[in-house]
T-cell receptor, first 114, second 113 residues
Framework: KAGVTQTPRYLIKTRGQQVTLSCSPI?????VSWYQQTPGQGLQFLFE???????NKGNFPGRFSGRQFSNSRSEMNVSTLELGDSALYLC?????????????FGQGTRLTVV | TQLLEQSPQFLSIQEGENLTVYCNSS?????LQWYRQEPGEGPVLLVT?????EVKKLKRLTFQFGDARKDSSLHITAAQPGDTGLYLC?????????????FGKGTKLSVKP
């Protein structure tokens, strides 16, 4: 079974630009979550999608947005990039059974804003 | 304020030593997971604990969930260089799968041969 695939792996953008990151979840997983990881703050929850609907949202500005498609693939968009947006962006897919979340992460997209 | 506090932040030990990593909170979690992350990679799920007092073993790794479901520990016996990595605990509040995990900042473990 293929794991979670994130593209691209690395990205360098200039302040003020926007960026779109892509995530393909494990086949059969309908929940996709996005996290931002920085050395200072660790992993912070951005948002979660289930069946094309955003179910949860973390405490990030509106510049961070996402969507999920009917095949469960998800994209995350960051507009008007700031230097502080430089981070590893991780996507995780999870199953819906069992009553709890077990997240399976992709390798991440390393975003550098210059 | 970090909801999940991990300690220690850094740990450097020799091969063969034992170690324990702690994950503490003042909040109750319905489940708690432990992950290991290597540089440049995403976290990899090691175990999930859901019942207060639960103990799970994975080869040389022993995980325990506190009775009150507010804390957890990871004990590694006879550490090996391959155990090197960032160990993260993550908790979920509320019942059901909502995809929102709260992560600790991690314990960076280095095991020297």
């Amino acid at each position: 079974k293929a794991g979670v695939t994130q593209t691209p792996r690395y990205l360098i953008k200039t302040r003020g630009q926007q960026v779109t990151l892509s995530c393909s979840p494990i086949s059969g997983h309908r929940s996709v979550s996005w996290y931002q990881q920085t050395p200072g703050q660790g992993l912070q929850f951005l948002f979660e999608y289930f069946s094309e609907t955003q179910r949860n949202k973390g405490n990030f500005p509106g510049r961070f947005s996402g969507r999920q498609f009917s095949n469960s693939r998800s994209e995350m968009n960051v507009s008007t990039l700031e230097l502080g947006d430089s981070a590893l962006y991780l996507c995780a897919s999870s199953t819906t059974g069992g009553g709890y979340t077990e997240a399976f992460f992709g390798q991440g997209t390393r975003l550098t804003v210059v | 304020t970090q909801l999940l506090e991990q300690s220690p932040q850094f740990l450097s030990i020799q091969e063969g030593e034992n170690l324990t990593v702690y994950c503490n909170s003042s909040s109750v979690f319905s489940s708690l997971q432990w992950y290991r992350q290597e540089p440049g990679e995403g976290p990899v799920l090691l175990v999930t604990v859901v019942t207060g007092g639960e103990v799970k073993k994975l080869k040389r790794l022993t995980f325990q969930f506190g009775d009150a479901r507010k804390d957890s520990s990871l004990h590694i016996t006879a550490a090996q260089p391959g155990d090197t990595g960032l160990y993260l605990c993550a908790g979920e509040r509320g019942e059901g799968s909502q995809g929102n995990l709260i992560f600790g900042k991690g314990t960076k473990l280095s095991v020297k041969p």
